[in-house]
């Protein structure tokens, strides 16, 4: 599918309304997934991960968690979505190299049909009828998210494959336009600052998850010399630009493009923000999963000139989110507590001046993965929201 060609204005505001016909078969996705299991490793040496890479390779498996091969280390959690036809032989691999491992899930499809979301009949698009405990495809989204007042970024949806980040988006708007009236906090927010909210950041790769590959991450741009399509959108941008944690091969899901900024989403957004650099105070990126909100530095080890204002907004932000339902995030340095990575939007935006940065990792931890049941849309919002709501309110005081 090609782009649009929007303009980057266009995309900002709100997505427009694609007439972009249903899938119709039987199966979702034709029954692809039909045997594949979803496994975790933990590897207890050097060693075993070094066979764990191996194994990897040669089998060319999906990785869910980490994002790339190379971050497999001793102790590493490693999610692995295998198929059907090769998950007989990999399995026997591994219990000859005596690596555990443990079932997350068994049948694959079996899962996906559970979650449903392609195939209930409902009302989805009229406005009394729209749910936002569901999640929606990419014309349900258009027309339901506009931007609101001013200097906070919001973006969601920049892998494919985390459904969970443009319901948040959704979800955001909807709470902001309901609880104006009402909530003190809301209205102190919204009559202060603007709100720029791009519901979904990679639309081609989005809409690709939904037709042909649940699994899909990276953009879907064509590459001239190989048959392998799309770019990880977030290992594209000019910041340490494919420099550890990004691969140069255009079949990786972290393959960094071939230039920055070479993907179109990537190229109008940070000409955006660009733009408004001066105003804009936070930039917030939604991802999946992990229960984790980080902010810079992603690309090294190191601390940030106003750590301490930023950390204590994180930290501030992770104990409201924790009073909804008792759900646990880590927080601190994305390269250290999660992985060294570069080229990544919020590391770039941090280094043009956008001084709160923070990428979340929301739910779950693994349990579900990137198949998070839409009966957890509402409560993963709810809980989010106030985090959101706490670093917003951060923005409104001074912090030396």
């Keep these: 599918m090609k782009s649009p060609g929007w303009t980057a204005a266009q995309w900002l505001l709100c997505l427009l309304f694609w007439g972009i016909p249903e899938p119709e078969h039987c199966y979702l996705y034709n029954n692809r997934y039909a045997g594949d299991k979803v496994i975790r490793l933990v590897p207890e040496t050097e060693g075993e991960a070094h066979v764990l890479k191996n194994i990897c390779h040669q089998f060319k498996v999906d990785l869910w968690q980490p994002s790339s091969i190379s971050y497999v280390s001793e102790g590493t959690v490693t999610d692995v979505h295998i198929p059907q036809n090769g998950s007989q032989i990999l399995l026997a691999f591994l ?27 409902r009302n989805r698009r009229s406005l009394p009828g729209y749910s936002y405990e569901v999640y929606h495809s990419l014309e349900e989204l258009g027309r339901r998210s506009r931007a609101y007042k001013r200097a906070v970024w919001i973006d969601c949806g920049i892998h494919a494959r985390e459904w969970i980040g443009p319901a948040f988006c959704q979800w955001f708007v909807k709470e902001a336009l309901q609880t104006y009236r009402s909530d003190p906090a809301m209205r102190k927010m919204l009559n202060h600052l603007y709100f720029y909210i791009m519901p979904v950041f990679n639309v081609d790769g989005y809409h690709f998850s939904w037709t042909n590959d649940r699994f899909w991450r990276k953009t879907r741009s064509r590459n001239s010399r190989f048959r392998c399509r799309g770019v990880d959108a977030n290992r594209n941008w000019k910041v340490n630009w494919c420099d550890e ?72 932000a992770v104990i409201a989110l924790h009073s909804a339902y008792g759900v646990r995030y880590q927080h601190g340095p994305a390269s250290s507590i999660l992985y060294v990575s570069s080229g990544s939007s919020m590391d770039w935006a941090y280094k043009n001046g956008i001084p709160y940065a923070f990428a979340f990792e929301l739910r779950d931890t693994g349990h579900f993965g990137f198949l998070l049941p839409e009966s957890l849309i509402k409560p993963t919002c709810t809980e989010t929201m106030l985090a959101v709501k706490n670093i917003t309110m951060h923005l409104l005081k001074k912090c030396h």
């Design 245 to 316: 944690g990004a691969s140069f091969h255009p079949c990786d899901d972290t393959y960094c493009g071939p230039f920055p900024e070479s993907e179109p989403e990537v190229k109008a957004v940070a000409h955006f923000l660009r733009k408004r650099r001066k105003h804009i105070r936070a930039y917030l990126s939604f991802h999946a999963y992990a229960q984790m909100l980080l902010y810079p530095y992603s690309y090294k080890y190191a601390k940030i000139p106003n750590f301490s204002c930023v950390e204590s907004a994180a930290y501030n």
């Design 95 to 121: 219990q000859q190299a005596n690596i555990q491992y443990t079932v997350l899930i068994a049948d694959l499809q079996k899962a996906l049909e559970k979650g449903n979301s392609l195939r209930v009949q």
